[in-house]
């Protein structure tokens, strides 16, 4: 038997031995998307009731909060999701704005310590490492600084390939448990969605390299794009919508700058059958999210198209993206990285896309002035081209008054008067 054999069955333990470790004024970073490890937080849930000011810290978290009754347990979110949002709006739990590139700074300065990394991973191949699978984006940084690592190691976790694995002598316990992952269920995009991934599709070219999210918007865009020719991927993190322009040749990597013939990402989303497909497959390289979201990285590929989303943006630009008001929505997440590595990429090109209305068309996502509370995530500085429904415009070089004029073009028609009068850039 192999030396790390030896290792890793002599620590493996059963999950409330592993959250034994966890006591309280302890800093915990657990996994989060689609690497929720269910066995260890159903654990570390039964001793909460006698834990005090422990930060639990994560990305994305699906499902019920099952620590928001307890107030010794307060999570400290680098992005958040349906899980916190209620528990964040009401001061229960806490959000960390951040550039998802910066997290990995955070972690490394030594300001910011880890005492538990509870991570969840592939079982180990025969030299002893196991993959972050789904999730390798903030949690390879965070477990490589952690005072103490538990591992669950499940033999449904993908083993995703890259930058992306530990090995067993890097922690320090483990437990199996073989639990489903997360799935994220792919709904059909809207018609106005649709409208704006056919705005969208015009302005990506032949060759271009792609960052998308997850969403109506992102999956219509890739339905939308099945007659480009060498399409690449380069994001922070892809779901199931690749995987049909995959396998009709559309996507091929081939006129990439960097990492050419791979799909380069932080992490995914989706479905069993997307698991399945990067599951040791060589297309794909996982990497820590410091390095796929470096702008200097990012732009360096060919003709990199960032698309982004935006819960409002106002006449001179400016992009709220993670509130409503003061209302907490999701992070600032990396949206700020791909839109500044697409603008300083030869022939890039940084794109918002929203749709013109919300909440059944009775109020404009395009607004004279941020509602109250709002947080800029994207600057007017950094914004280029916009995409609604209505049309593409490009920001990029344009004064206050000649801005207010092209986002009001692609604005409900409904809300066009009212901009215009509302505007102060537009009454002369």
């Not at 749709?355 to 007017?380: D, E, F, Q, W, Y």
């Amino acid at each position: 038997m192999k030396k790390w054999e030896e290792y890793y069955k002599s620590r493996i333990i059963r999950p409330d031995e592993a959250v034994s470790f966890v006591k309280s004024n302890m800093r915990i970073f657990l996994t989060g998307n689609a690497a929720m490890p269910w066995t260890m937080i159903k654990a570390l849930t039964k001793i909460a009731p006698n834990l005090e000011n422990v930060e639990l810290n994560h990305l994305l978290t699906f499902g019920d909060d099952p620590f928001r009754q307890y107030e010794g347990i307060r999570s400290n979110a680098w992005f958040v999701g349906p899980s916190i949002r209620k528990s964040v709006n009401e001061c229960k739990s806490d959000y960390i704005p951040i550039f998802l590139s910066e997290i990995a700074k955070l972690v490394r300065s030594g300001s910011w310590p880890i005492d538990v990394a509870i991570i969840h991973v592939s079982p180990p191949d025969r030299y002893g490492y196991m993959s972050y699978g789904v999730e390798t984006s903030i949690t390879k940084p965070c477990a490589e600084m952690a005072k103490l690592v538990i591992a669950q190691v499940n033999r449904k976790m993908p083993r995703a390939l890259g930058d992306s694995f530990i090995h067993v002598t890097q922690v320090d316990y483990f437990v199996e448990a073989d639990d489903d992952l997360f799935e994220l269920k792919q709904e059909e995009s809207t018609e106005v969605e649709k409208q704006i991934a056919e705005n969208v599709a015009k302005l990506v070219e032949n060759g271009a390299t792609l960052q998308l999210g997850i969403g109506g918007i992102p999956n219509a865009v890739l339905n939308a794009l099945s007659n480009h020719v060498d399409l690449g991927i380069h994001t922070e993190m892809f779901s199931d919508g690749i995987l049909p322009l995959l396998e009709g040749g559309v996507i091929t990597n081939q006129k990439k700058g960097i990492h050419r013939g791979k799909v380069i990402s932080g992490f995914c989303m989706g479905s069993r059958e997307l698991y399945d497909y990067i599951d040791n497959n060589p297309l794909f390289e996982f990497h820590p999210n410091h390095y796929t979201n470096d702008p200097y990285l990012i732009a360096q590929n060919h003709k990199m198209t960032a698309i982004n989303s935006a819960i409002e943006i106002d006449l001179t630009g400016q992009v709220c993206a993670d509130s409503m008001g003061d209302y907490i929505y999701s992070g600032i997440g990396g949206q700020v990285d791909f839109i500044r590595g697409a603008a300083r990429c030869p022939d890039g090109k940084p794109i918002i896309a929203l749709p013109s209305t919300a909440k059944n068309g009775t109020v404009s996502r395009i607004v004279p002035s941020l509602t109250k509370g709002a947080g800029v995530v994207t600057s007017r500085g950094d914004v280029h081209w916009v995409v609604t429904e209505y049309g593409a415009v490009n920001l990029f070089g344009k004064n206050l008054r000649e801005r207010a004029e092209l986002l009001i073009s692609i604005a409900h028609p409904d809300f066009r008067s009212w901009l215009r009068k509302e505007s102060k850039w537009c009454k002369n």
